[in-house]
């Protein structure tokens, strides 16, 4: 792991199913961090790992050179920067890194407000799951200032790989692509589970016939198995895939695309979350899949 600069000081905002692990790898490092959560519970569980728990967003961020978000959408994401406080209390050359995924219109907004105040902004969304932040092996995509990022990579090195993918809002851009290729395998793995059981074969082997194959994906061997084992706890829930998703389509009608399998898999994700599966976990989608096919 690289070793951190102690004299940068963090906040990190959000420290939920997502942002505890992240933070935690963090404190690993070496950083020094100020948390804060909603629910401050959630915040106090890491300070047994080091970190200070701070009672409001404002004060967390007091003092800090860099500030991570890690928050519900972007509404969450304004209301803690702008309505609680917070940009007031940063410093001129400090740096918020919102790794939050919300939509990239709302991450041109922050980035517009937080450069007017003298404060550099990186939409830095990240894929891998709370597996992938627990094991600091997270794909970051970064939107924003070049050498900005540049400045960060130890920091972002505790979390996982980052990558520069253009200005400010192209990390929101290319989480949302990355969403639509989870939710799409996920429907598809989905669909194949329900039709090789029908015809008679093994869903467990057929996962493991197909492993190494062109059909294999991160996809199959994690959300395979939550399908086969049944087990949708969550990491990723349903709720959330689907507001990624709608983000997506929004995205695309305002750019003029047809996207017939993404909104295809949109409306499956709909009718799951709104027959009471939004807090399972998005492989879950296979129980509104059999639903179809009793």
């Known amino acids: 792991m690289t070793v951190a600069n102690p004299s940068k000081k963090i906040a990190f905002l959000g420290?939920?199913?997502?942002?505890?692990?992240?933070?935690?790898?963090?404190?690993?490092?070496?950083?020094?961090?100020?948390?804060?959560?909603?629910?401050?519970?959630?915040?106090?569980?890491?300070?047994?790992?080091?970190?200070?728990?701070?009672?409001?967003?404002?004060?967390?961020?007091?003092?800090?050179?860099?500030?991570?978000?890690?928050?519900?959408?972007?509404?969450?994401?304004?209301?803690?920067?702008?309505?609680?406080?917070?940009?007031?209390?940063?410093?001129?050359?400090?740096?918020?890194?919102?790794?939050?995924?919300?939509?990239?219109?709302?991450?041109?907004?922050?980035?517009?407000?937080?450069?007017?105040?003298?404060?550099?902004?990186?939409?830095?969304?990240?894929?891998?799951?709370?597996?992938?932040?627990?094991?600091?092996?997270?794909?970051?995509?970064?939107?924003?200032?070049?050498?900005?990022?540049a400045s960060l990579q130890d920091m972002f090195s505790a979390m996982g790989r980052v990558t520069h993918v253009g200005p400010s809002g192209a990390g929101q851009i290319c989480k949302l692509a990355n969403q639509q290729i989870v939710a799409v395998t996920i429907g598809a793995v989905a669909e194949a589970m329900i039709l090789v059981e029908a015809g008679g074969a093994s869903r467990e082997a057929f996962r493991n016939a197909i492993r190494g194959g062109f059909a294999d994906s991160r996809i199959l061997e994690i959300h395979g198995r939550r399908m086969v084992e049944r087990a949708f706890e969550p990491g990723g829930t349903a709720k959330n895939q689907l507001k990624d998703l709608n983000a997506v389509m929004d995205v695309a009608d305002a750019l003029s695309l047809t996207l017939p399998l993404t909104s295809g898999v949109r409306t499956e994700f709909t009718d799951f979350v709104e027959g009471g599966g939004g807090p399972l976990d998005h492989s879950g989608l296979l129980l509104h899949l059999e639903k179809l096919n009793p």
Not at 15 to 35: F, N
Not at 68 to 74: E, K, Q, S
Not at 85 to 91: M, V
């Open 15 to 149: 420290t939920g199913l997502m942002g505890a692990p992240m933070a935690r790898r963090l404190l690993q490092a070496g950083y020094s961090l100020t948390v804060w959560n909603r629910n401050p519970d959630k915040a106090k569980a890491l300070e047994s790992d080091g970190a200070t728990v701070a009672p409001s967003p404002a004060e967390a961020v007091d003092g800090a050179d860099i500030v991570i978000t890690m928050l519900t959408d972007g509404k969450a994401v304004g209301d803690v920067l702008f309505e609680s406080g917070c940009a007031e209390r940063l410093a001129k050359g400090a740096k918020v890194i919102d790794m939050s995924s919300i939509a990239p219109a709302i991450a041109k907004e922050h980035a517009a407000k937080l450069e007017a105040l003298g404060i550099a902004h990186v939409d830095a969304p990240v894929s891998g799951g709370v597996v992938g932040a627990e094991a600091g092996t997270l794909a970051i995509m970064a939107g924003g200032d070049a050498d900005v990022v």
